[in-house]
Every structure is written in C-alpha cells, then in structure tokens.
C-alpha cells in the first residue's frame, strides 16, 4: 500500500484489477473486509470503504449472509472505464513530454510500433 | 455515531507551561485513532486527562458521557499502557497476568497466555528484572487482552524489535476486528502504524493541529517542483506547508484537494509533482505550525 494515496481506492483498484486480469472471475466471491484488512495490515473500516466503492459503482453485489460477489457484465464495464482512464493517465502525459522534447507526430507513432513489437 | 469521549475547550497548564491548550475533540466508538505529535506536544498529558490520571485546569471532559475523575464505572471500561507502568516490587509477570482480570471485565485470560507465549515472554521472572522490549510486551499483552471498550497505548512499542512489534500491529488488528472496541494509538513514529489508523489527531505545543479521517488525508497535499514564478501561479489561493528554494527552482508543498485535479494542473504548468505520504504532511504541518504558533492549520 502507497501510503500518499487514500487506501480504500487503492483496495477498490485492487479488485478491480483482478476482475480485470480474470483472477476474479465474473460471479465469484471476492475476500471479505476483514481477509483484506489482514492481508495488508490495514484498517477494517478502510478495507470496507473500498469494497462500498465497488457496490455503489455496480461492479460488486452483496449475497445476504454469504458475502460479495461480482456482477454479471462487471469486467466489460471495468475495461470501458479504463479505456478513459488509459487516455487521461497515459496519453496526455506521453503527449505532452514529446512536446518538450521535439518529438513530431511520426516519430512518436514509430516509437508506439517499435514498442509493440518488443512486447 | 456513538461518542467515547468528548473534550470542549480542555486545558492543563503547569506552572510555566501549558500542556494541553483549549483542545475540543470527539472520539468515536469503535474506530483506531492515531494520536500524533512530537516529544512534548501534549500527547501525554492529554490521555492522563483522559484516564483521569490528572485533573483538567479548566474546560470539559467527558468519558463515556460521564465525568471520568474517581469514576469506577468509566474506568473500569479503559485500559491505559503507558510507557512508565509501575508494578508492584514483588510481581512477576504472571502477576501480572492474574491481577489484569481484577481491573478489566472483558478480561481474556487465555488469550494473554496465548499471547504471552507469542512474544516469549519468562512467566515466572520478576517484573525488575525485564528487559525494556519485554516490559513494553507486558504492556501489549495486557492492552489486548483487557478487551476495554476504551484502550489507550501510549508509545507502546518502545525497545520492541520490528518482529515483536509486527507481531503486535497484526494481533491488535485481529483482535480488534473480532471484538471492535475504540482504541488510542500515541506515536511519533508514523510510518509503521498509519495503514491501521481511522482517524489522525495531531497536537503540536498542546493545541489541536489536525483532526481528520487518515484516508482523507493521504494524497491531499502535493510536492511540486520548477521555476518560481509556475510555482508561485500553481500554489496561488492555497495554503503551502513546505518551501525549498535551489537557485531559481522552487520546491513546494501546497494543500489541495486531493484529487487528480492537481497533479493535472501542475502537469499542465510544467511543474514536476508528486503526491505526498500522510507521515511527510505531518512533519510538514507541525513545523508550518510552529512558524506560525497562532494559527491551527485550516486544510
């Protein structure tokens, strides 16, 4: 845990990562609030407040007396929100560096290929 | 929410100093709270006042919503560590142990035992003959195990090494969770016990410098670095804890609202930034505050 960021959006990205790379899969139960809590050594309430932030966005649903499940759909949703996020976090930032430096349209789409094909 | 214990306009004055200065807070039930400060900020004497230990000077006190000074049934519901127990010249640390279950009802008896074998504690030695870091396990043991609905440590780690004392951050928390109860965590060392606090309250020369929820403070101040005057246009209207000059570059770090608004405009100016940990914001906001004693810190 980073602690200069609030924890309970770190735990709610958490989750959503593992919806994301499947380690979660869709209707699957996600660790209680106190297995979080234990696990990263941190406030119960905090650990709680991040699982909240997940059932208000709709990505997580509470099984009454059994616990938090994910939502049918819950993954194609995280992917769209992050495609924003992609473009905010990633893009304008590359972007505005290759300013600074003088890097020209093309040269920047041929460093985005050269990347690709490393990968 | 239920309140634990409630102070309005608290003060202890000594003879040439004032210890605890006009302090109005509110403690909740069932959360951590973090009670920070540096040596001599107030910290002590403000959770004597809380466990009546020591009579206010002037102003409010309520513990449990009653009065706590000679107050059996307030007291019977808190237990104090405090760095400087003394115990009985004859006691062992069984003692100890046996004796705990006189003063606190939630009394766990098995579990302290539990416990005490956890952090290798000698039953049958002499409370005199302890180590520093074994004195401050007894502290520990009794402080968990006493299950008081008002727990207050003050300092408690002191001459632990980091595995007795990850030991205690990971039984606190377990046995927290299991029986919630509202607990005081008194400290100068940050770093290690910020993930488990709910609630920070800060005091610097006996006044109350921060009173807010922990998360809510992680990543509201930022560090921005470059030339003066983008500095200067980016900290505008807000309250700057920190400045460092190095040539004409400005190092600064400013409030704000915590969230990515920030670092965006600062981006957008060409200013380097980063976010800045909850232990970084305090040592930053105790020392503003002593440039400018008057003032409590408004973020």
Avoid at chain 2, 152 to 167: H, Q
Wanted: with cysteine.
């Amino acid at each position: 845990m980073d602690d200069s960021r609030p924890i309970f959006v770190q735990i709610a990205e958490k989750i959503e990562n593992d919806i994301i790379d499947g380690t979660l899969p869709e209707e699957t139960q996600v660790p209680s609030t106190n297995q979080f809590a234990a696990f990263y050594q941190i406030n119960p309430a905090t650990a709680a407040k991040g699982v909240n932030v997940l059932v208000d966005d709709g990505i997580l649903y509470k099984k009454r007396g059994i616990g938090m499940f994910i939502k049918e759909g819950a993954r194609a949703v995280l992917i769209e929100k992050r495609k924003e996020q992609f473009y905010e976090q990633y893009v304008l930032s590359m972007v505005r560096e290759a300013k600074k430096l003088g890097i020209t349209q093309d040269q920047l789409a041929d460093m985005i290929r050269r990347g690709e094909n490393k990968e | 929410m239920s309140v634990v214990v409630e102070t309005k306009g608290l003060r202890k004055a000594y003879k040439d100093t004032v210890a605890v200065d006009n302090v109005s807070l509110k403690i909740a039930e069932n959360k951590i709270y973090g009670l920070l400060g540096r040596n001599g900020a107030g910290k002590t004497t403000l959770m004597h006042l809380m466990t009546a230990q020591q009579l206010p000077t002037s102003g409010e006190l309520k513990v449990f919503g009653e009065n706590p000074y000679e107050n059996e049934r307030v007291l019977k519901r808190t237990c104090f560590i405090k760095e400087s127990q003394k115990y009985p010249d004859t006691f062992r640390v069984k003692d100890v142990l046996e004796t705990a279950a006189d003063f606190f009802p939630g009394w766990d008896r098995e579990y302290a035992y539990s416990l005490a074998d956890e952090f290798r504690l000698p039953l049958r030695r002499g409370m005199k003959k302890l180590s520093r870091g074994m004195l401050a396990s007894v502290g520990i043991i009794v402080g968990i195990a006493s299950r008081a609905p008002l727990t207050i440590f003050d300092e408690p780690y002191l001459g632990l090494d980091a595995v007795a004392r990850s030991l205690f951050y990971d039984r606190l928390m377990e046995d927290y969770t299991e029986h919630p109860r509202t607990i005081v965590l008194s400290t100068h060392l940050i770093d290690e016990i910020s993930k488990l606090l709910e609630h920070v309250i800060l005091i610097e020369g006996g006044k109350l410098l921060l009173d807010e929820d922990a998360d809510a403070l992680r990543g509201r101040a930022i560090r921005v670095s470059g030339p003066a005057f983008k500095v200067n246009e980016f900290a505008e209207g807000r309250k700057t804890v920190h400045r460092q000059t190095l040539g004409g570059l400005v190092s600064a770090v400013v409030i704000g609202d915590g969230d990515g608004g920030d670092r965006e405009r600062a981006q957008r100016l060409g200013l380097s930034s980063e976010t800045v940990t909850l232990q970084q914001l305090v040592v930053h906001m105790t020392n503003a505050s002593n440039a400018n004693p008057e003032r409590k810190a408004e973020i």
